[in-house]
């Protein structure tokens, strides 16, 4: 008879609590640490990646996704629009020599919500494994993240240097 593992109260089968937060279970503390450490970037959402998942499911690949704080999203936005070749530069720098597909944007619009309205600026950052070659091994999943999060401290320093 099978032994099944008890998931943590309120987390997935495949997930244990850190913090308030169920997360993935192969996620390093340490990275979860310094991923909520950052200045300017807030982590939205990661996934050490499910293999087992459906083909074409983007679950099956890890990902880290961050939307620049609120309190510097209308200013890294300006600075995208005006001085676009060099955020574009410091994002290249920082992911550029990695094995990564990095997608960073800029969204702006109006939201209306229970009888009031609001304009708003969202920037996001989305990183996952760059697409496979034939002749190029995957990373190990510790080392992607290493080197991923190594990265992503990388531009969030140079980005809180930007805003002075």
Known sequence: MPIFQQAEPGCGPQERRWRDKCVDAGLDDDWLERLNSLAVLDLISICEGHPDEPEFEHRRTPHINFRVKEIHAET???????????????????????????????????????????DFVLCLLKLKPAPLSLDRRPPAKAEWFRLTIDAIETLDHRLADQLG
């Open 76 to 118: 890294i936005a300006a600075f995208w629009n005006s001085e676009r070749a060099i955020l574009a530069a410091l994002i290249d720098k920082a992911f550029l020599a990695l094995p990564l597909s990095v997608v960073f944007e800029v969204r702006s619009g109006r939201e209306l919500r229970s009888g009031s309205a609001a």
